[in-house]
Structure formats: C-alpha cells, structure tokens
C-alpha cells in the first residue's frame, strides 16, 4: 500500500482517498511509527501528510534520516513537507508571513511534479513556516509569494513534497500534482480497481470462513446490503441473513429488501415480520428515548429468536458487519477480526452469543462501498439509499406511534421522496427526513369546508459526516410541488413546513 502517515491533519483520510481515486490502494497510518514499523508494512511509496505543529517546536514528530535512505518514494505535504526538509538537512523558517487560503504559485523551470501544468497556478495554502533551502539533492520546483521553497523533487531516489494542500478541491490541479508523484516519480502502476477489491475480499472471506456458516442481519442500508452481497459471493448459501421488519419502514422498503435485492443477489434471507410485537410495545409511549429503547430491546430480542432458528439448522460461527474505513481510522486502527459479545451496529447483541466478525469493508470509504454494490449488481436505489435511523419512522411521528400515524407519514414520506428524485436531486442531499408533528393541528380550508390537520415538516440536510449538518436550500419550485401533493393527496395534513435550522443546534432527526 501508499502509506498516509497522519500528523493530526484532518485531511489524512482526503489524502488516502485522492490516492485511491488514482487506482493505487492506500492506508492511513499514525506518526507513532518508528521508520522501522513502517518500512515493515512494505510500501509502495509513504506521503507525510500535513498537521498542525511546528516542525521547529520540541517533541513534534519527524521521520528520521534513515526513511529517506530505504528507496521507497516519499511525498511530504504541508507539514510533512517541511518535516522532510528539516530531516534531510534543508532549512525551514518561521516567517511570520502567514499563507492561508487560494494563493498563487509560481513553477520554477523544468519539474516532473508540474509537468504540462501551468506556470502560474492557484495552490490552497495553510502554513506559517517556509522552507527557504531545500535539502541536498532536491530541486526547488515552485515558489509562492511566503514560501521560498514550496515544492521540491528528487527524481534520483524518487521523493517529493509540495508546500500546499494537493489534495483539496481549491487547488484546481492538485490531483494532477499527485499523479505526476505516485506514476511519474514513484513509478507505481494504477491497479486498484473495484473489481481487484471484489477478487480479493472474495478470497479473504473464503480463507477465513472456509465451510462454516455466517449470518448477517440486514438492515436495506448501503453497508449491511454490499457487505452481505459480498460475503455472498465468496461463500454463497453459507450465508443466512435476517432481515427484522419492525414495521417502521418507509413506503416499499421492505419489499425491496425481500424482492429486489433477493432477485440481483440469490441471498437466502429470512424475513421476520414483527410488525405487531413493535406496535404493542410501542403503544402509549411519547418519550424519544423510552420509544428508541423499546425499539432497540425488541431488536435484539426478534434477532436473537431468528438467529437461534438459523442455528439451529447448523452452527454458526461468524457474523457479517458492514463496518467502513472511517469507523476504523477513528477507531484508532483495530486488529482484523474480533470476537465479540455484543455490538451496537446490531444493536447490541446479547451477551451469550459469540461470533467472529466478517467485516469485508473495513478498509473501504463509502463511495468505494457504493461503487462495489454497483458492480456486484445491486438496485441502484438500494445503492444509493440516504442514511436512514435504525429506528425508523417511530422517531419521526412525533408523539405516540400508531399504524394510523404511521400511514399518514409514510404517504408524505412517498411524495416527497419520489419528487426529490424527479427532480435528479437526491445526490445533493444527504438526508431528507420527512416528520409527522402527530399531537398537533391546525386550521385551514379545502373547497368550502374547515380543514383541522396535521403538520408535515420537510428535514432535508446537507452533511459530510451527520455530525454537523445545513439544512439544503432546495428549489423553492421543488417545495412547492411537494407542498402542494402533499395536502392534495394525504388527507389528514394541511400544511407542510420546512426546518430551516442546522446541526448544531438541531439535529438532524427530531427525536
Ligand atoms: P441526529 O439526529 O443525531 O442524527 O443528528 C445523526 C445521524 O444518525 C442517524 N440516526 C441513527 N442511525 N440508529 C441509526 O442507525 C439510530 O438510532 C439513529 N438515530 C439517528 C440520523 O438519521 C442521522 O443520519
């Protein structure tokens, strides 16, 4: 792999995906490492990334001389490219001139880094120190304004640094930049291609299974969907998925789970209809956690009955989990498989039962998950599904959760869904949550007679992560067909309402 060694730069996993998007797999990795450690993993090439120290500050972490030396290519950026310097012998000086934000660069003469890109260039900069002398051996290639030095390359024993941001989307040619480093300089091939990823899962998943069988509880989310479909095509029948129906589904959900992804997979699925049992339980409750722990305890409980049925049939040692890169990274790493006793991706196994996690993509971020479901044939809606809550559509009838309630928000819910897409939006949203205010009314008129509904409020929200959120400024054509559908067709709401407020201080759901 290229190995990112992360320096506390929030944009270490960017940097691993802008290598990836050049068909070349890449990991991240902490600067804990000694040089040892990291030549043990046997790079392809190792990129320093940036971070907020100063490379002249004392304890701050540097690779030692000895990196530079083992002939595996080095890309230093920002902070990891003044860390290079300082470690080579150059120079780096704190200027006091500070550099943030687009910033126009100058490339000096001939450069492999910039070759057939323009002499002048805007870069996306970040720094206070500069390197004003570039170590021996290097060629000082670029300069700004506040950086003497603000690339430099070494063809001869193949490392590179620059001093901007190559791998933002406000430097218009730094993907450029970083091909010309990873196929010009470091002379790697462009091999990592989704296909190669399937092929490779398919037999690690075979290695680790071997004739055993796995079970995997299906949620109709992107990640449990891809990673059940994979384990699928390594081990076929071996794998058994529950898929718990609780009854709080949006509109088609569940029979898309049954029929869609059972007729592009052949997964064997079995389907618990515990539509009653959430219902009962349910009944009389308001507040948002008793209604998200009932849910959660009767999950565990119908998964549990499931799971001991399929055992029953024959052991069963291994549980798929569709645990992604990001989970890991942030995690602090993680060692491969686990044994648990209980996880919250499933919401809390009970204790007695003790699987091994197949997790086949744990090494992969959500687009490349997506690109995977695509290629192992899944319903492009099912692909491209927007995150939606375990809990479903109870934490989105405000108040008690009814099948009367639950009808009148999964019509709404339809509408507006089904328009978003009309309208080749749903890619720009992150989520459009759709909320029944079940406890209140209000007046208004349809034809000649007084009309005492309910309000529907409109959720959508742009996000990277879910953990800070906008709400997205739809067309306002868009929100008024669904307005106007909306009181045209679900009889019980007269008004529609828009949330127009962030996260935080909201959240994205309303419970
Ligand atoms: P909030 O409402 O906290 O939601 O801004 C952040 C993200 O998490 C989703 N969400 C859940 N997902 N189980 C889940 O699997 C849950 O209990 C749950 N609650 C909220 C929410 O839809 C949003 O994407």
Redesign the pocket.
């Known amino acids: 792999p290229v190995l990112v060694v992360d320096y506390g730069a929030q944009y270490a996993q960017l940097i691993a995906r802008r290598v990836r998007d050049l068909n070349v797999y890449s990991e991240i990795v902490p600067s804990t490492l000694s040089t040892e450690e990291l030549l043990a993993k046997d790079p392809a090439a190792i990129i320093l990334s940036g971070g907020p120290a100063s490379v002249n500050a004392d304890d701050t972490p540097v690779p030692t001389a000895d990196l530079f030396d083992a002939d595996v290519p080095v890309f230093g950026i920002c902070y990891g490219f003044q860390a290079m310097a300082v470690a080579l012998g150059g120079t780096v000086e704190a200027t006091g001139m500070r550099e943030f934000g687009g910033t126009a660069l100058e490339v000096s003469g001939e450069s492999r880094l910039f070759e057939g890109l323009p002499v002048g260039q805007s870069v996306w900069m970040s720094h206070t120190d500069c390197v004003s002398r570039a170590p021996e051996g290097f060629t000082a290639v670029a300069r700004t304004a506040g950086a003497p030095v603000a690339a430099f390359e070494d063809l001869v024993r193949r490392h590179a640094g620059v001093q901007f941001h190559p791998e933002v989307a406000h430097t218009p040619h730094g993907q450029a930049v970083l091909r010309h480093f990873l196929y010009d300089i470091a002379k790697l091939e462009p091999t990592w291609t989704m296909n190669n990823v399937i092929e490779e899962q398919v037999a690690v998943i075979r290695e680790q299974v071997g004739d055993r069988r796995v079970l995997c509880a299906l949620?109709g989310?992107v990640d449990s969907s891809v990673a059940a479909a994979l384990v699928h095509r390594a081990v076929g029948d071996q794998l058994t998925c529950v898929f718990v129906d609780h009854g709080l589904l949006r509109a088609g959900e569940a029979e898309q789970v049954e029929k869609d992804y059972v007729a592009a997979t052949g997964i064997n699925l079995k389907v618990v209809d515990a539509t009653e049992r959430f219902m009962t339980a349910l009944r009389g409750h308001t507040d948002p956690e008793t209604k998200?722990k009932i849910?959660?305890r009767e999950f565990i409980r119908v998964f549990e009955a499931a799971a001991r049925e399929v055992d029953a049939e024959g052991h069963i040692e291994f549980l798929v989990q569709g645990t992604l890169y990001p989970d890991v990274v942030e995690s602090g790493g993680g060692t491969g498989t686990a044994n648990i006793k209980s996880h919250h991706?499933v919401g809390g196994l009970p204790e007695d039962m003790k699987f091994t996690l197949v997790e086949p993509l744990r090494t992969l971020f959500k687009d490349e998950v997506r690109r995977i479901g695509t290629e192992l044939g899944l319903p492009e809606a099912m692909v491209w599904r927007?995150?939606?809550?375990?809990?479903g559509l109870a934490?989105r009838v405000i108040g008690e959760v009814t099948s009367e309630r639950l009808e009148i928000l999964r019509a709404a819910d339809a509408i507006a869904r089904a328009e978003l897409t009309a309208s080749g939006l749903d890619r720009s949203v992150?989520?459009f949550?759709v909320v029944l205010l079940a406890d209140v009314r209000s007046v208004g008129v349809a034809g000649d007679g007084r009309t005492y509904g309910y309000p529907i409020v409109l959720r959508p929200?742009s996000?990277e992560d879910?953990?800070t959120?906008d709400w997205s400024r739809l067309p306002y054509e868009l929100l008024a067909r669904i307005s106007t559908r909306i009181t045209n067709e679900v009889a019980e709401v007269n008004r529609v309402v828009l949330d127009i407020t962030s996260?935080p201080p909201?959240?994205?759901?309303?419970?």
């Open positions: 949620s989310g998200r849910i959660g991706n927007h995150p939606f809550p375990g809990p934490i992150w989520q949550p929200v996000s879910a953990m959120a996260k909201g959240t994205i759901e309303w419970e």
